[in-house]
Nanobody
Framework: QAQLVESGGGLVQAGGSLRLSCVASGRPFGTHAKGWFRQVPGQEREFVASINWKGSKIYYEDSVKGRFTISRDNDKDTVYLQMNNLKPEDTAVYYC????????????????????WGQGTQVTVSS
């Protein structure tokens, strides 16, 4: 069964940094776009960042631009999210996801095209 597993979440003070990782297993996703999304209780899951399979196209939600960096290592089939200057508003469960189709760059900034999802990792930023 395809599986994406996030790690690296935790509790950090405002202004601190965390690096999230998401590794694929069960089937390869090195040719799929990957993204990071986050969700707080009672709210919809929202887009954070995405990267196409080659790493040549990258998108960020406005509130994280300049603070977060998405990257990937296809040899390890892993996508990362480096989060700097964290704010309390960043507190959420963070999920990684893989696009439904290999090589596709279609609509990388919304939830719809992402078919495969991890279980999530909690990020809590204290003020």
């Amino acid at each position: 069964q395809a599986q994406l597993v996030e790690s690296g979440g935790g509790l950090v003070q405002a202004g601190g940094s965390l690096r999230l990782s998401c590794v694929a297993s069960g089937r390869p996703f090195g040719t799929h776009a990957k993204g990071w999304f986050r969700q707080v209780p009672g709210q919809e899951r929202e887009f954070v960042a995405s990267i196409n399979w080659k790493g040549s196209k990258i998108y960020y939600e406005d509130s994280v631009k300049g603070r977060f960096t998405i990257s990937r290592d296809n040899d390890k089939d892993t996508v990362y999210l480096q989060m700097n200057n964290l704010k309390p508003e960043d507190t959420a469960v963070y999920y990684c996801a893989a696009h439904s189709r290999s090589y596709s760059d279609y609509d990388l900034s919304s939830r719809g095209p992402y078919e495969y999802w991890g279980q999530g990792t909690q990020v809590t930023v204290s003020s």
